[in-house]
């Protein structure tokens, strides 16, 4: 079996299976920069995978028609409260509770898939793609990849602190990885 | 992925003074409220209002960090007419450093200087960068290393995949470079020591833990999900000393690291003139560094006890060391043959050939220039360790072909923490694994063990092509 082929077979079969069973946990790290220092957050959010039509993998039963990542935005937790709660001002969660990616399609790459779909932050929607590596797993297939935005795209303010002088970059980066299991 | 919170309290916030004079100067308000301010503060804003005004900047349009473009043209009127701001070519971000935005755009480690100095705050970048005295050992430790010629071999013995393992102390690591005791890694990320000890872990090279790191000798360990090393700063109360090294010898620490080269003290000017005002007890440092009372770094922290004895730092302080623990004991700060074979008398069971980053005295003199006499004086008796300079696979290359059994680097990883946390350490150590993968095959040695001295020669002069205007490129 070619790569390509062995890839759109991988990929199909993880969002296969997942679509099967209940919604799977994925990890997200959000990193950044500021005036001060290098930060990341992180939070786990949950992968929602819809059978659908297409290649399958042998051993799986269906390919895939959709994914919906959601990440609860009251949950990210910051290496300390201050950063925590500056984060919440900044992305309040009292309104918007969560970050969500709607899959439109896919396009199979050499070690995995780039996902194209919406995300919305706020109350901001853009297309994004997303590329992720697939590698199979003892338990399942693990996902891993990261995208890069701008958070002033869609309407964050970048925190600042102290007049000013503490100013987060709005220039972030969203690490996630997680396992697809049946 | 294997990130995690840090719940430390840090605290965020810090700021310099001159970054809230740069917040003013820019403010439309300035010319109203200006002539109630003290005079030394309108001397300030009067300073930064200038520097606004000529300084050429542009703002990175993905990464919003405002950057100075100070192309070679621009500042060396030799060259010609300086012409209309424009963003640095290749050949700038080649000698001059660019700002990265991606760890995937780093060519080099020295990517990663600039986009640590861009975001990180001041003071803490002075830390890092700083040298003593006017910089001369940082200095001496860079022309070292450039000053040294290898010979290259054409033909012979494939070496197409080398093999960079390495064993120390009956270890195994997946090669000669390894991390260095840098205090305080929070300063540059809230990921920490922590971040660099996952990029470490995951590429299997040694680490060794700064006593006056920002987290525990657990958490670094815990990330990293085996035991490192341990770099131990000596205080006079020697039980003091001694409760730190039962604490991390108990959670398994394999070797303890003592560090000799600051005993008599060091002139870091830098330090000193960042911290001018306010200094380092001001309300904006304390901020940060103090917020909690009674707040102690982390190794620092629980060893109250009963007052010991206070041993003079003579070579029978080694042998104190060495009775108390059965960690194997490295001395790092060696340069001179004399003192390594005193130091293998007394019972060390290595020798860290170390100028401390040129951060210790301004000798003028490179570490890479010490290791052959101390090679020759250990006489493969024990293991001899190297850093100060190294910022290039062929540097790590050079030192090993002298005699070097690992090879350490500072300031590459923690600009690459400082820029990108665990990610920006892990390029970092890629792209001095490529380099001196391309150093072995173009020599023809498929194995560390086959570097020999024969493959570098000592030149007239040092070859230094790097811009180096503030320090930069050292």
Not at chain 1, 120 to 139: C, N, Q, R
Not at chain 2, 19 to 47: C, D, E, T
Not at chain 2, 105 to 121: G, K, M, P, T, Y
Not at chain 2, 166 to 193: D, K
């Amino acid at each position: 079996m070619g790569i390509v082929t062995r890839g759109l077979a991988l990929f199909c079969a993880v969002l296969g299976v997942a679509a099967v069973t209940s919604a799977q946990t994925v990890d997200f790290a959000v990193s950044g920069n500021s005036t001060i220092r290098g930060w990341t957050c992180e939070v786990s959010g949950t992968a929602e995978v819809t059978a659908g039509g297409g290649a399958a993998a042998a051993g799986f039963s269906s390919g895939v028609q959709g994914v919906t990542l959601t990440v609860p935005v009251a949950e990210f937790t910051c290496p300390n409260e201050e950063m925590t709660e500056h984060l919440m001002e900044a992305m309040r969660p009292d309104e918007f509770g969560e970050i969500t990616f709607q899959m439109d399609g896919y396009e199979v790459t050499s070690n995995g898939a780039t996902a194209t779909g919406s995300l919305t932050i706020l109350e901001t929607t853009e297309t994004v793609a997303v590329p992720m590596t697939l590698t199979e797993s003892g338990t399942g297939a693990a996902i891993e990849g990261e995208v890069r935005l701008d958070m002033t795209d869609y309407g964050v303010e970048p925190p600042t602190v102290m007049l000013g002088m503490l100013r987060v970059r709005p220039q972030i980066t969203i690490e996630f990885g997680g396992i697809v299991a049946p | 992925m294997t990130r995690r919170g840090l719940d430390r309290p840090l605290g965020a916030q810090g700021a310099s003074r001159r970054q809230l004079f740069k917040l003013l100067a820019a403010s439309p308000f300035l010319g109203l409220a200006a002539a109630g301010l003290p005079a030394s503060w309108q001397r300030a804003l009067a300073n930064e209002a200038e520097r606004r005004a000529v300084a050429p900047a542009a703002t990175c349009a993905k990464c919003g960090v405002e950057m100075p473009l100070a192309t070679s043209r621009q500042e060396y009127p030799g060259l010609g007419q300086a012409p209309e701001a424009q963003p640095p070519d290749a050949i700038d971000g080649q000698f001059n450093g660019q700002l990265i935005e991606s760890v995937d755009d780093a060519i080099n480690v020295w990517d990663f200087e600039r986009v640590c100095h861009a975001n990180n705050l001041p003071q803490h970048w002075d830390y890092l960068h700083l040298g003593v005295d006017d910089f001369e050992t940082r200095w001496a430790n860079r022309e070292g290393f450039t000053r040294r010629i290898i010979r290259p071999r054409r033909l012979g013995p494939s070496a197409n995949n080398p093999d960079l393992s390495t064993e120390l102390y009956g270890q195994q690591f997946e090669s000669p470079l390894f991390l260095c005791p840098v205090a305080a890694n929070e300063g540059y990320h809230t990921e920490g020591e922590a971040g660099a000890a996952r990029a470490a872990g995951t590429h299997g090279i040694l680490q060794m833990q700064s006593h006056s790191s920002s987290q525990s000798y657990d958490e670094i360990m815990e990330a990293r999900g085996e035991p490192h090393w341990f770099q131990l700063y000596t205080v006079p109360d020697f039980n003091v000393n001694q409760r730190v090294i039962d604490r991390v010898e108990s959670a398994g620490c394999p070797v303890l690291v003592w560090t000799v080269d600051l005993i008599g003290g060091s002139n870091r000017e830098l330090v000193r003139r960042t911290l001018q005002g306010d200094g380092y007890e001001g309300a904006l440092c304390q901020n940060c560094h103090n917020h909690q009372p009674g707040y102690q770094r982390p190794m620092r922290a629980g060893l109250e006890g009963p007052a010991g004895e206070r041993y003079p730092y003579d070579w029978d302080y080694v042998k104190r060391l060495r009775d108390i623990t059965q960690m194997k004991l490295v001395l790092k700060g060696i340069v001179t043959a004399e003192e390594a074979e005193l130091a293998v008398d007394a019972g060390a069971d290595g020798i860290f050939v170390s100028n401390h980053g040129g951060r210790a005295e301004s000798s003028g003199w490179a570490s890479i220039d010490s290791l052959p006499e101390v090679v020759q004086a250990v006489r493969g008796r024990v293991p001899v360790f190297i850093d100060s300079g190294v910022r290039r696979g062929t540097d790590i290359f050079k030192a090993l072909a002298l005699g070097a059994d690992a090879v350490g680097i500072g300031r590459p990883y923690v600009w690459g923490l400082g820029g990108f946390g665990e990610d920006g350490v892990s390029k970092v150590i890629d792209l001095l694994h490529d380099e001196l993968r391309i150093a072995m095959r173009q020599t023809r040695t498929a194995a560390i063990d086959q570097i020999t001295s024969r493959m570098v020669m000592e030149g007239k002069n040092p070859i230094m092509m790097r811009e180096s205007r503030m320090g930069f490129g050292l």
